[in-house]
């Protein structure tokens, strides 16, 4: 057994390789989430067995983020628990598989749930083949029973990993800006919860207009721009102690800030007499580094996973268009060509595609390209579109969605979308909300 620890969470791998029937076809249970548009795999998710009737509530809490977590996704079809024919009790042993396989689950999820003499919470689940009479997947969890949900989401996180072959996203944060009031007194906060919108808390109180959170790389620091006093600054906050720093004061307005893979530096667009550059500033000694010179206007740079080259959009061509820019060399180079203007770009997390906000003809999109430009695809589009952020696995996209007046009230929204363009889903917020920024895996 392999025992690690994940922020509080002890994790242990059960690898007891059973096979019930060898004689089935060993064919690897898998979905192609390349496809465009791929099949949801059937899935059984039962009710873990409670040792007690505490660890019994916090079991079926479980089952019930794992199932959402799942479905949301769009790769899973959850199967209806009424349908399901052995009982609970009965799968503490081993599965039946011809019962699961008459209401033709492909994938059948069981666990426990128990609560320790020390308090903690211990659970256990098994992912099996149906077909095959395979157990894919053993895992122990020790935690607090406070961590209940982030426990549903790494096991989220290991089913989604083991049937896709790419790491899941459940078990992440987005930070965003919660807005409230009328148009001409809007109050804008930052606010932070679970990717399904869970756990929701506000980070500044909207006595400051807040704008463009992002993460660190450490998911413990987040950088954005506030207006204090009508003047536009950029600050670090810090979620585990709540304090908040500015990164100093600047000549001119600074904007659209974003850390360097590493952690180590912040990159934003600083304008200076009328022209607006591309500056890093080194977190350490506060030391900042001009990166283009032109009379243009410069900004919403974004690193490459590689930290060697940066994503910006630029009118140096006559309007709105994205450029990529070596940092040894500072070569630069247009990467689109087609209608309309860009701007928001952010490199994905696996480096190999960049998304944007795209404008023409009216309405906004989303969409990625290569890093080359090649192989543009807009993924959605609408009255306005705006703001694309990468889940760290580099296969789902959320960005904010506002419609006209007289549809959800004109009002913007979280939404997600799958990198093919499909399962665009509302996440749920209790207020209007835009400029969301997904965090790496916690």
């Not at 660890?55 to 809490?61: D, R």
């Not at 008459?102 to 666990?111: D, F, H």
Request: glycine fraction near 8%.
């Amino acid at each position: 057994m392999l025992k690690i620890f994940i922020n509080g969470i002890s994790l242990v791998l059960l690898s007891f390789g059973i096979c019930l029937d060898p004689g089935r076809s060993s064919a690897q249970l898998r979905v192609d989430i390349t496809d465009g548009n791929p099949k949801p795999l059937p899935i059984a998710v039962t009710e873990f067995f409670g040792a007690d009737p505490n660890a019994s509530k916090l079991g079926n809490s479980i089952v019930r983020v794992i199932s959402n977590d799942l479905e949301r996704s769009g790769l899973f079809k959850l199967i209806d628990r009424r349908a399901f024919i052995q009982s609970r009790e009965s799968l503490r042993r081993l599965p039946q598989f011809p019962a699961w396989r008459q209401i033709n689950a492909q994938a059948l999820v069981v666990g426990t749930a128990q609560t320790l003499e020390t308090g903690k919470l211990r659970v256990d689940f098994r992912l099996w083949d149906v077909f095959s009479s395979k157990q894919l997947i053993g895992r122990r969890l020790e935690t607090e029973p406070s961590n209940w949900r982030r426990v549903a989401h790494i096991i989220s996180d290991s089913i989604y990993k083991r049937i896709t072959g790419e790491d899941g996203y459940f078990d992440t944060r987005v930070v965003y800006v919660a807005e409230t009031g009328p148009a001409k007194k809007r109050v804008k906060r930052l606010a932070i919860m679970d990717q399904d919108g869970a756990n929701l808390r506000y980070l500044t109180d909207g006595s400051n207009l807040v704008l463009t959170p992002r993460f660190s790389p450490t998911a413990q620091e987040i950088t954005y721009l506030a207006y204090v006093n009508n003047r536009p600054r950029v600050y670090i906050y810090n979620i585990d102690t709540g304090q908040r720093e500015a990164l100093g004061d600047f000549p001119g307005m600074s904007f659209a800030p974003r850390f360097s893979p590493d952690g180590n530096r912040v990159i934003m667009s600083i304008a200076k007499n009328g022209n607006s550059d591309i500056y890093t500033m080194d977190l350490p000694t506060r030391r900042t580094k001009r990166l283009t010179k032109h009379p243009a206007i410069d900004t919403s740079p974004s690193f490459a996973p590689d930290g060697r080259r940066i994503v910006f959009n630029s009118d140096r061509g006559g309007q709105q268009q994205l450029y990529v820019m070596t940092l040894r060399d500072r070569k630069v180079r247009r990467i689109s060509y087609g209608t309309g203007r860009y701007a928001t770009p952010v490199w994905s997390p696996r480096g190999d595609l960049i998304a944007f906000t795209k404008m023409f003809k009216g309405e906004f999109a989303i969409g990625v390209m290569r890093p080359d430009g090649s192989g543009e695809r807009l993924l959605t589009k609408g009255f306005l579109v705006e703001s694309p952020t990468w889940a760290p696995n580099g296969r789902v996209l959320m960005f904010f969605r506002k419609d006209r007046l007289g549809k959800q009230s004109g009002q913007p929204k979280l939404f997600s979308i799958d990198l093919t363009g499909y399962n665009e889903r509302l996440i749920p917020t209790p207020t209007s909300s835009s400029d969301p920024a997904w965090s790496p895996l916690n």
